[in-house]
């Protein structure tokens, strides 16, 4: 009898198992390469336009090793997209392919030079949510993206604590990227070993889940060579969850777990919207308001626990929350509330009008999001109290971490802004609760686009796409609002 979401058409053939394993490392090492030939190294400056990428030094060499690489990369992840062979043959295949990364500048956002001054400037008394790494006199300040220099951080006092750290312990930039690149590894480690524990509990072959979130393309680019605080992030997140399936209703563990999934949200705001899921694996027993109350109770504390402590013990309070609502500064078409906004505006100007709609629709979205997170928490609620048998072990936690997944998902394609390592967030929590592999497709197909959209040197391609981005990014948005209310209209007839 196969497992619960088996591949189709059998097991896969050792052939093609090896030809995507060695089709991936050569594409991670053409990343490297390109990385060291241009990717964003402290002087290298942002490329104005494709045309100013192919004459900059190295130009062609640059371009073509990104795009083979990125190639090979993604093509050989979403060849096994049905699964890996074996979980353990999914491990060795993701760290082969981190191996040339590690060896790579920061490739494809300039985000870790902010880190470091961010965290300069909270060694030197100035406060990362009131200044800018200009006006807090950052002298690596050159070497962040224009657009961020100016604006305070959006990240929790605990990343803020980690990234003074690394420059107290660096003892320079090189040193400070250096030590944030292991932050960020470690971050990928600890969900890699929470990944088969979750799997196993939603009931979800492990070898699948491993390799959707572990040898995605954004997890060895951004997360590795890019050293996004998403990996830490995301690590204390799903190790949060691990402690919550593995036992619920038990008052020490959920403080623990609330302490883990507190600094999860002290690192990035996103992972808030987790929590209300968190709850529902939190309850043992039936799922009764009481036993909700009780058992999220404890969840709660050491949630608030984690997030007091790292507010007064930095000295930052909650000013982090401040800088949550500037990370909306600049407008791109990959955000699609954004592309709409664009839109309107564009076809405000052939008729002489400027309707400047991009903030209107971004705020429109953003309550679309919370009345939609109410609606999921309400649904995975519901499937819960349905359920009731304890017995039915592995649908309650999937339940909760589909559930959650989902909620990521909407506020990644609801936010004002969407980076390509924002996916990795919900590809991690939807990996490892969704059983049915055609199911699969609708979140590894977004990942693999979001993995072409940056060049080496951080210079995001939706700069020099914008109005065609925009209408495209639209009309996917119009098409799934009308495919989703044919759906339920079919399903209020029947």
């Known amino acids: 009898m196969s497992e619960p979401g088996a591949v189709p058409d059998g097991p896969v053939r050792p052939v093609a198992a090896a030809l995507a394993r060695y089709a991936g490392l050569a594409g991670a090492v053409l990343l490297t390469v390109a990385g060291w030939l241009g990717g964003a190294l402290p002087d290298t400056p942002a490329v104005a336009s494709l045309g100013d990428a ?243 109770g404890w969840l709660a504390g050491g949630v608030l626990a984690a997030l007091v402590v790292t507010s007064l013990s930095t000295g930052l309070g909650l000013g982090w929350v401040r800088g949550v609502a500037r990370s909306g500064d600049s407008e791109q078409w990959t955000s699609p509330p954004t592309a709409v906004g664009l839109v309107v505006d564009y076809a405000g100007a052939l008729v002489g009008r400027e309707p400047d709609a991009v903030p209107v629709v971004r705020a429109v979205a953003l309550a679309v999001l919370a009345v939609l997170l109410v609606v999921l928490w309400w649904r995975a609620w519901t499937a819960l109290r349905r359920l009731g048998d304890v017995r039915q072990r592995a649908a309650r936690p999937r339940a909760a971490l589909a559930g959650g997944g989902l909620a990521l998902a909407a506020t990644v394609l609801l936010a004002p802004v969407f980076h390509p390592w924002y996916a990795t967030w919900p590809l991690a929590l939807l990996a490892v609760a969704t059983v049915a592999v055609a199911r699969t497709v609708w979140f590894v197909a977004p990942c693999a686009v979001a993995s072409v959209l940056t060049l080496p040197d ?27 209310a044919v759906r339920a209209r079919r399903a209020r007839r029947r």
């Open 458 to 484: 951080g210079t995001n391609l939706a700069r020099f796409t914008k109005a065609p981005g925009a209408i495209l990014m639209t009309a996917l948005v119009v098409a799934v609002v009308v495919v989703a």
């Open 54 to 296: 192919w004459r900059a030094p190295h130009g062609p060499a640059v371009l073509g090793c990104w795009l083979v690489g990125t190639v090979l990369l993604v093509g050989a992840w979403w060849s096994l997209r049905w699964g890996a062979p074996s979980a353990r043959w999914a491990y060795l295949t993701a760290g082969l392919w981190v191996l040339p990364l590690l060896a790579a500048p920061p490739l494809g956002s300039r985000d870790v030079y902010s880190y470091a001054c961010q965290g300069w400037s909270w060694t030197h008394g100035a406060d990362p949510y009131r200044f800018g790494v200009v006006a807090a006199g950052c002298p690596w300040a050159d070497s962040v993206s224009p657009i961020w220099r100016d604006t305070p951080a959006p990240y929790g006092p605990f990343f803020v604590l980690l990234a003074g750290l690394a420059v107290l312990l660096g003892g320079g930039l090189v040193g400070a990227v250096v030590l944030l690149r292991v932050v960020a590894v470690a971050g990928v480690l600890l969900a890699a070993f929470c990944l088969p524990g979750l799997a196993r509990a939603a009931g979800v072959p492990t070898r699948r889940a491993v390799w959707l979130a572990l040898a995605c393309p954004l997890v060895g680019v951004h997360l590795v060579a890019g050293a996004h605080n998403d990996a830490v992030g995301l690590g204390l997140l799903l190790s949060g969850l691990l402690v919550l399936v593995r036992r619920p209703g038990w008052p020490r563990a959920l403080v623990v777990a609330g302490v883990l999934l507190g600094l999860a949200v002290a690192v990035k705001a996103v992972a808030v919207v987790v929590l209300p899921f968190a709850a529902l694996a939190a309850v043992s027993g039936r799922h009764t308001w009481r036993a909700l109350l009780r058992d999220g």
